[in-house]
């Protein structure tokens, strides 16, 4: 099946277009495919806006819908996904309707509208809907720049572990977050990729079958933010206490948490998640942090340069990987 790249943004319209660049001088050769793999299908859903919006956020809105609508995909297909506010469709003269397709060929570009704006939390949980098993997909927020080497790393990551069982998802990021005090170290590992308890939000890539079950759990949750999503060990959990409406720490009690099990039981999933940290200091995705739920601050870019071109770290897939738990202490135990 093709890979979707799922682009989330509302109205950072500069933001999405650095990252649609990087994503259209993406290396889409893929070294896992025989015979090759069908073209990528590339999904931007942009979220709604309030109505009583100022209007400098209406015209970066409006302006963010067009460069999504406009922006010519070369390597796959393309659907644009519209969470509307409000009647009629900025580009269009056509009125807004739940999930309707109100414009555009599919071969060429869709827009679909939802009502109301979600915010970041419902964005990540309205992103990806697996349909089987093997499906893949990489959620991005808009905020990113991608190596051009990703895509090839990403896919024979999950050639070499996806049948793994221990593996909740992969992320594209370097991971620097004790999730015990949620201070920053810096990790190296330059013997190939490694699992870490936490996953990593930019960029990542979360496995078919545990997302859509952590889909289904999400959506028979009456409230979320009434939903106890406390894990023993993890600083995550205070943080998740202050800003409820973030999306983490559910995936994160999801995966660890007691309780979390089939049927309510106390087991636990024991999901990792798959990192590689190159050598070189690299990143396969760098982070602009721009003003928004992540940070408050100033667009600055993560020191982290953007890999161009590969290095040996990227190329090994060993058989075992190294395990590390909340504070990135290695932990013992069987290959799964």
Same mark, same amino acid.
């Given at each position: 099946?093709?890979?979707?790249?799922?682009?989330?943004?509302?109205?950072?319209?500069?933001?999405?277009?650095?990252?649609?660049?990087?994503?259209?001088?993406?290396?889409?050769?893929?070294?896992?495919?025989?015979?090759?793999?069908?073209?990528?299908?590339?999904?931007?859903?942009?979220?709604?806006?309030?109505?009583?919006?100022?209007?400098?956020?209406?015209?970066?809105?409006? !302006? %963010?819908?067009?460069?999504?609508?406009?922006?010519?995909?070369?390597? &796959?297909?393309?659907?644009?996904? @519209?969470? $509307? /506010?409000?009647?009629?469709?900025?580009?269009?003269?056509?009125?807004?309707?739940?999930?309707?397709?109100?414009?555009?060929?599919?071969?060429?570009?869709?827009?679909?509208?939802?009502?109301?704006?979600?915010?970041?939390?419902?964005?990540?949980?309205?992103?990806?809907?697996?349909?089987?098993?093997?499906?893949?997909?990489?959620?991005?927020?808009?905020?990113?720049?991608?190596?051009?080497?990703?895509?090839?790393?990403?896919?024979?990551?999950?050639?070499?572990?996806?049948?793994?069982?221990?593996?909740?998802?992969?992320?594209?990021?370097?991971?620097?977050?004790? !999730? %015990?005090?949620?201070?920053?170290?810096?990790?190296?590992?330059?013997? &190939?990729?490694?699992?870490?308890? @936490?996953? $990593? /939000?930019?960029?990542?890539?979360?496995?078919?079958?545990?997302?859509?079950?952590?889909?289904?759990?999400?959506?028979?949750?009456?409230?979320?933010?009434?939903?106890?999503?406390?894990?023993?060990?993890?600083?995550?959990?205070?943080?998740?206490?202050?800003?409820?409406?973030?999306?983490?720490?559910?995936?994160?009690?999801?995966?660890?948490?007691?309780?979390?099990?089939?049927?309510?039981?106390?087991?636990?999933?024991?999901?990792?998640?798959?990192?590689?940290?190159?050598?070189?200091?690299?990143?396969?995705?760098?982070?602009?942090?721009?003003?928004?739920?992540?940070?408050?601050?100033?667009?600055?870019?993560?020191?982290?340069?953007?890999?161009?071109?590969?290095?040996?770290?990227?190329?090994?897939?060993?058989?075992?990987?190294?395990?590390?738990?909340?504070?990135?202490?290695?932990?013992?135990?069987?290959?799964?």
């Amino acid at each position: 099946p093709p890979i979707r790249i799922v682009v989330l943004t509302q109205r950072r319209h500069r933001s999405l277009e650095r990252l649609l660049r990087s994503i259209d001088a993406t290396d889409f050769a893929d070294p896992t495919a025989a015979t090759g793999r069908p073209e990528p299908h590339l999904v931007v859903r942009v979220d709604g806006i309030n109505e009583d919006a100022e209007a400098d956020v209406v015209a970066d809105h409006d !302006a %963010t819908i067009k460069l999504a609508h406009d922006f010519d995909f070369r390597h &796959g297909t393309k659907e644009v996904i @519209v969470r $509307g /506010s409000y009647p009629p469709c900025p580009i269009i003269e056509t009125q807004m309707r739940d999930r309707k397709v109100c414009c555009g060929p599919e071969d060429a570009g869709r827009w679909e509208c939802g009502r109301g704006a979600g915010g970041l939390r419902a964005a990540w949980f309205e992103a990806w809907d697996p349909s089987f098993p093997e499906e893949r997909a990489v959620i991005l927020e808009d905020d990113m720049d991608l190596s051009p080497l990703w895509y090839r790393w990403l896919m024979r990551a999950w050639e070499a572990y996806g049948e793994r069982t221990d593996i909740g998802g992969i992320s594209l990021c370097r991971q620097r977050l004790n !999730a %015990t005090d949620r201070s920053k170290v810096e990790v190296r590992h330059d013997d &190939g990729p490694f699992l870490y308890r @936490v996953h $990593g /939000s930019f960029g990542f890539s979360p496995k078919a079958k545990h997302w859509a079950e952590f889909l289904n759990w999400t959506r028979s949750v009456e409230d979320l933010r009434d939903a106890d999503v406390f894990v023993e060990g993890t600083g995550t959990s205070i943080t998740h206490m202050h800003n409820p409406d973030s999306w983490e720490q559910y995936y994160i009690w999801w995966c660890w948490g007691k309780g979390a099990g089939i049927k309510g039981d106390e087991k636990i999933r024991g999901l990792y998640t798959l990192y590689v940290h190159p050598a070189s200091g690299g990143t396969l995705i760098k982070h602009w942090a721009e003003p928004g739920v992540h940070s408050q601050t100033v667009a600055e870019a993560e020191t982290d340069p953007r890999l161009n071109k590969t290095e040996p770290t990227l190329e090994l897939f060993p058989k075992h990987l190294d395990r590390f738990g909340w504070s990135f202490t290695p932990e013992e135990g069987p290959t799964k």
